[in-house]
């Protein structure tokens, strides 16, 4: 097995946002967000239609609901990521330390001031890839930060091999 590293790294403010707002957006694209947002937009509609059948014309409320609403949620919540991004790199020590990560064939090995973990690579459920990131599931919603500056070129052999490994890109 070759192993590749150390390379080391701090995560800063931004990255935790950029990672926040991946995470969003895999929520959002899950099938039971999805099913949820399609009732939303299916009972509006249906409220717009009582609308018309009932006095003939088109409820201002209804109307400026189903044209307002989920619109105004979404971008709420585009407001809200990056704050709760922010947030936590404040609340957490944790995401302000160094680390230094090396891997190979089988499994990556995190070291820092807290602590060493050796995790094998099938122990990931899911990876994300930005132009910055990596994204590496552990479990639908707990996932950890690797940024790609500080891996260089070995960054597409770390994907490459946690692919190779089972790993699901999304």
């Not at 109307?63 to 971008?75: C, G």
């Amino acid at each position: 097995m070759t192993e590749l590293g150390p390379f080391t790294y701090r995560i800063v403010e931004d990255e935790t946002v950029a990672a926040a707002r991946i995470a969003f957006r895999k929520q959002m694209r899950r099938p039971l967000t999805r099913w949820l947002l399609a009732l939303i937009v299916l009972v509006e509609i249906a409220l717009l239609l009582f609308d018309i059948f009932d006095d003939g014309m088109l409820n201002l409320a209804s109307t400026a609901a189903l044209l307002f609403a989920l619109p105004f949620v979404y971008f709420v919540l585009l407001w809200l990521i990056p704050r709760q991004g922010r947030r936590q790199y404040r609340q957490s020590a944790a995401l302000r330390d160094e680390y230094t990560l090396t891997f190979d064939d089988a499994a990556m090995t995190v070291a820092g001031q807290r602590g060493t973990m050796r995790i094998p690579f099938d122990d990931f459920r899911e990876l994300a890839v930005s132009d910055d990131l990596i994204l590496l599931y552990q479990t639908e919603m707990f996932y950890s930060i690797f940024p790609r500056r500080a891996l260089g070129d070995a960054a597409d052999m770390l994907i490459a091999r946690l692919i190779a490994a089972g790993v699901r890109r999304i």
